[in-house]
């Protein structure tokens, strides 16, 4: 042993795990130990609920799924001879009912003890409350000499002193085991506020994310590791599976800065249990591994790899082979044509171009183009017969009445029908094309541009689609979305010479109101006060309070800012409330 | 006063209020005040959060929100002079970002106390962790000599001594206010347990409950006050507003048992702030009010009541005048316009008859008849044409594809496109069928006949609709739904000679399984050993699982079960568990 410093390799593995497939994620986990046991890693660590995936939801109340993720823990720990091992799974407690979100920790195949979550997130998108027992028990590790404070997501910002205790504790490295929802920035947020606790608390910080989709919700990876100065020891990537080693060194010098246990029970109500794992470093001897260097990712690029993968593990996690949509020639259908091809392969896409007597040439053309640039299939299915069949069928009973938007509707419910039908015959997994804009405005039809399995731009707002275009094109270095899709005023082509600005403010505005009402939580007076037009700030939001209805039977897509439509924002659709004091 | 013994007239307000409603909640509650004043009341009761509405989800992170329930309690104040009232709230704490669950206590147009929720909700439709901070200390009033311990909703049902603190400071009466929404059986629970509660404790307690339909949920009222004995002093009506005065009288002779400050401390850690709000009783002298007896309801009568009430307030809330539904000749359409036209009154309701090649003739006469006996408007749309050029269209893509289930989606989504039609032509609410077996197993068309603004029956499985026909048909004394309708075997009608055992076992059958897998939370081995048949357990438990994605798109209904589909029941819909252990 190398008595001038003591040193721990540590392996976190960025798993991207699939809820309540156990024999699945199992497989996953045994093969990268197999990795770490010949990188001789001496501590591997595994994501928040990593035996059942996250967040599993209501299946937390059922006991079979309980027991079934304890039997895999078990299966497992089997499998980890020789190995210091964390991982995330659901404990069961003393008391009927009471389970916790758990970290256990794992010597040589042996079960030596089990860290539970304190801090149960119960805002936003996370419901933790309603599962899980808060955890009363801090925990320090000793592994290889090296002091490791063990927590979960959470507890690693929280401002009732764990943290603290598991330092007084001597606790030289803080290990977090998370599962954190991806939005678009915050990976920067998190990696800044662990330098910053990294730096204050004088600690290797050691944060081993989750990566993948779930539902609406994706996980970016991004786990890394920070030395005692705010320096990356290692990092993973973003948005894809990783096995991030870090060799962690202390200082001999630094020496423990445990308290004594009198010291300890006068400055922290925490019980702070200490396990110790491993006496040696198994790598000391080897090489020292060096950090890889963080990538770099743009604003778009990291939105753009985000939908991606959410599209991807949305799709494939759910057993489809094939997605269909239509494309209309327009940008939001052009953008998700695209996102589709990069996450499923060309041959995985079909489009189809519905055509109606209000559709431009260059629409049908612009689509013909795009599915020629993806080389994807595009069928085509025009929707005069059948608009014409409506309207005769309907003058019954409709009479001389004004033509309104009830004509549009039925043209994007035709259109929603033709998807479905294709989706039905031929098991593909169908994607509106709407993006967040639209789908906060109502400016879209139930049943029918909204129908549809996965609404992957449910989340992105017209103007962030331009640029995630813009991003998609710039890479591709040629017009892959052509440059007369980009150019043409937004038009939902359902009436003669239509564009949405006869409905909609124009979407730079449009957009902003709609960041500071839902994203930002605002009052139309703030807004107003801040400076933008009143009578477009009370169209907005009404237009937003009075669409809950249609959100309410939106498919899922997925979360990429900070308040998505879903869990995330709960409104009543029975609602009277004017938003006034 | 009477030295004999103390009386107090208690006066609990059964309201029907709407979130967000600040106005027209006043208005209400200014209305009762005034009755209350005629009667005498000593002490007049308004249910939990009755100034905003409950339950207002994620209004209660707007700032905003809280300060107009605030305003709008003062203004309430402000009519309260001689008057001692209590009425729920959202009180503001003294941190950021606090607020309460709160009971407002007013004597004579002053508020001089608060209690607030301490047992917060967090379990199957509730999420009240994520709003509300908990309260921490149990109130006991004193009003006209009589004590009264204060308690909102589930707080009355903990085990952590909150009723017990209240009593051991004296309290005589137990007061709940209340927002507890409706399932079957639940007001019988609920009354037993009041009962037992007043019997063992030997204390009068006294129940205001909320009444309404509020999203998905409808609160029953079925306010009631029971004596020591565990008699009815007074009850209030189910389903409907009311106001329930009870004339509480307290024997000299059972004196005050409230323990000294030393002994109260030893044998309870609850803090209990008491309040002496009015010496006398304003009716002490005027004629008793008797019980009105409690109305026996049969199973049936209690859920149509249900039913009728979540319907009526779902689309008067919302502001829509009339309602639009397929009126298919089958049992489910029909329950629902029987319902719709209780609700709302026969000239609110429009039948669509739309016939197809598959369409049975005793479909479409009985369709035509129910219209007849209800009064109500029919429409007639058949879909030939439309089916006819979806196939021509679609057979350039088909080819010789073998016809399945795409084909009879196609003719539920032409339906739900008429039915849609008719609905933004003229601004009527759309009326979906479907009942809970149905959307328990997928065997309904996402924006077919699953297309529309409120699923009445969305809780109801299919055994049950035909009970609900039967108890509905024999109030009224003749075939209100024709015995044909009743007799013919279920059947979507989407192909030929279709029956719906041709796809799911038969409704008893169905029905019980979906009870003990949806509601009761049992595996399929618990099914098995208790002698259901392994084949059929294993083939619904899999169409309800595999079935999730349908229902997140399904629109609200009214929950008359003790798990609904929606925030009952929150599953990820990626999710590979298969229910073993």
Known sequence: MDTSSRRLRLGMVQLDVTVGDFAGNHRKMQRVLREARRLNVDLVTFPELAI?????????????????????????????????????????????????????????????GTYRKIILPNYGVFDEKRYFTRGDECT?????????????????????????????????????????????????????????????????????????????????????VVDQRGKIIACGKQFSEDFVVADIVIDAASGRRAQS??????????????????PFSGYADKPHIDARPMQEYSHEAEIYDALVLGTRDYIEKNGFKKVVLGLSGGIDSALVAVIAVDALGKNSVVGVSMPSRYSSESSVTDAVLLAKNLDIKLISLPIEPLFQTYLDALSVVFGDAKTDTTEENIQARIRGNFVMALSNKYGW???????????????????????????????????????????????????????????????AELRANQRDTDSLPPYEILDAILKA?????????????????????????????????????????????????????????????????
Chains 1, 2 share one sequence.
């Open 517 to 581: 009402y839902v994203e930002d939580g605002q009052s139309a007076i703030g807004m107003i006060e801040a400076g933008m037009d009143e009578n477009t700030v009370r169209q907005v939001i009404r237009l937003v309070d009075k669409s809950e209805y249609k959100r309410r039977q939106a498919p899922p897509g997925i979360k990429i800012t900070t308040h998505a439509f879903g869990r995330d924002r709960r409104l009543p659709i029975t609602n009277k409330y004017d938003g006034k004091i």
């Open 429 to 491: 997994l169908a994607l509106p094309t709407g993006n967040k804009s639209e789908m906060a405005t109502g400016y879209a039809t139930l049943y029918g541009d909204m129908a549809g399995g996965f609404a992957i731009l449910k989340d992105v707002p017209k103007t962030l689609v331009y640029k995630l275009v813009a991003y998609r094109n710039s890479k591709a270095g040629y017009d892959l979305v052509p440059q007369s899709v980009i150019d043409k005023p937004p038009s």
């Open 261 to 278: 246990k009198k010291d300890l029970a006068k400055s922290s109500d925490w019980f702070v249990q200490s396990i110790g794992v491993a």
């Open 52 to 112: 059942c995936g996250y967040p599993p939801e209501d299946l937390l109340l059922n006991p079979r799924f309980i027991y079934k993720n304890l039997r895999y823990l078990v299966k497992f720990i089997q499998n980890t001879v020789n190995m210091n091992v964390v991982t995330g799974f659901v404990d069961y407690g003393e008391e009927e009912d009471e389970i916790y979100n758990a970290a256990a920790i794992i010597y040589c195949g042996r079960h030596i």
């Open 140 to 224: 320090v590790l000793e592994v290889c000499g090296v002091k490791v404070g063990l927590n979960i997501c959470e507890d690693i910002w929280s401002e009732e002193g764990l943290v603290e205790a598991q330092i007084r504790e001597g606790a030289e490295v803080l290990l977090n085991i998370s599962a954190s929802p991806y939005h678009y920035g915050k990976s920067k947020e998190r990696l800044a506020q662990l330098f910053e606790l990294a730096r204050k608390k004088k600690v290797v910080v050691a944060y081993n994310n989750m990566v993948g989709g779930q539902d609406e919700l994706v996980f970016d990876g991004n786990s890394v």
